[in-house]
């Protein structure tokens, strides 16, 4: 693990290092997109690919090979701790989790189990091992945040308005704190597996969090998430939190413990990097469906975001949300070739090309 071949331009800008070239990967970088991941899903639902230690680090490679990311991450799904949590799910197409029974009431909550890793998902921890071995780049692992989780949980399914999650937040304080503290704690232990087996840095998904107003979220969810990041921080993996429509939270994020904070393309970067300071790197934030867009606009779109976030120290390019089904791999191939051929040197200040060859 960490040997000197790996491309670690990812890891320098999570830790505001200077670097070469701006590194590149992208949320949901494995998926339908991808031929070769629609031929192997003729024959496997998403879940027996995550049971299938090397099918799945199979699956995790392709976007390195295929697209030329500077990290990689790995195959799995938000939902998969929440079954072995005891809370039996379903991924349908193009629908999302939806859960056999919903949590509503406190004997749910209480019956919730703090699972260990090693013993409810030896397969993913197998996968990762398989994989720090063997990549060119690191691998990024993965969890979902605590309010994102809940949403699924207590809505049942997808959701529009999260109209339950917040009833309960809203009605039943002291319950929502045993739920939050309760993910937030088997979450912290799942990510401190997976950066055990070789994981180099984590993102939390709370991709719903910013349907909250920043009272609540302070209220209700910080907290957790502040105790969910301070329970890894002491194994040195960086740490990227980052939610849809999170413009209002960014600060927040970043005094919550976060190492990057990621951000949606509503948020120019450079307004993002005014509020956070200067102790964070960003991640962000090409709008994915730009990617419909011909070459020639596309290509404007990319050099807009990267001359925004590479006014400052601290940059990794992505999208501002995942990667549609549809999207065309040509498209993600040159959007990481233009990446890559930035002169990312203003943002680093004082170092030159020479010092950092
Ligand atoms: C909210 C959420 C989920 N899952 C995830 C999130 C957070 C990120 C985000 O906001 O997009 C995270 C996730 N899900 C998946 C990954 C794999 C790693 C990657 O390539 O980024 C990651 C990081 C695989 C997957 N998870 C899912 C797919 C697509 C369906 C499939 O291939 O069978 C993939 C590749 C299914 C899934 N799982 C979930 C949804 C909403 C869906 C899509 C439903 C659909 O459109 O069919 C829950």
């Not at 910013?210 to 002491?234: C, N, W, Y």
């Not at 600060?251 to 509020?275: C, H, M, N, S």
């Not at 779109?301 to 590479?310: F, I, P, R, S, W």
């Not at 990446?339 to 200040?349: L, T």
Request: charge should be negative; hydrophobic fraction near 45%.
């Amino acid at each position: 693990m960490g040997t000197s071949a790996v491309n670690d331009r990812f890891l320098r800008a999570c830790r505001r290092q200077p670097v070469d070239r701006v590194p590149v990967w992208f949320m949901r970088q494995a998926g339908r997109y991808d031929p070769e991941y629609r031929a192997i899903r003729q024959s496997y639902t998403l879940l027996d690919i995550c049971r299938e230690p090397e099918l799945c680090a199979r699956v995790t490679r392709m976007p390195v090979d295929q697209l030329g990311v500077d990290a990689a991450i790995l195959f799995s799904d938000i939902m998969v701790p929440i079954g072995a949590m005891g809370m039996p799910f379903s991924l349908q197409e193009n629908v999302g989790p939806v859960m056999e029974r919903p949590l509503r009431s406190e004997e749910d909550v209480e019956g919730l189990r703090l699972f260990h890793p090693e013993e409810a998902l030896p397969y993913v921890l197998e996968t990762i091992r398989h994989l720090a071995t063997t990549l060119p780049v690191p691998l990024i692992g993965f969890a979902g945040g605590p309010f994102t989780l809940a949403s699924y949980m207590v809505e049942g399914g997808p959701s529009r308005d999260y109209a339950r999650t917040k009833a309960m937040m809203l009605a039943r304080p002291d319950l929502w704190h045993r739920l939050m503290d309760k993910l937030a704690r088997a979450m912290a232990g799942y990510l401190r597996a997976q950066i055990q087996a070789g994981c180099a840095a984590v993102q939390i998904f709370d991709s719903w969090v910013g349907s909250l107003s920043v009272h609540t979220f302070r209220a209700h969810v910080k907290p957790h998430i502040q105790q969910l990041m301070a329970e890894i921080a002491d194994l040195g993996a960086p740490i990227i939190y980052f939610g849809v429509q999170t413009g209002e939270l960014l600060a927040d994020f970043a005094e919550a413990g976060a190492t990057v904070v990621g951000v949606d393309w509503r948020t120019p970067l450079d307004r993002a990097r005014k509020r956070v300071g200067a102790s964070v790197a960003l991640q962000g934030n090409l709008d994915p469906v730009s990617l419909f867009a011909p070459p020639e606009a596309l290509r404007r779109e990319v050099e807009t975001v990267l001359q925004l976030g590479c006014q400052s120290p601290g940059y990794i390019f992505n999208l501002g949300h995942g990667v549609k089904p549809t999207t065309d791999l040509a498209q993600l191939q040159r959007v990481v070739e233009w990446v890559h051929g930035f002169d990312p040197i203003p943002s680093v200040g004082s170092a030159t090309k020479e010092e950092l060859a």
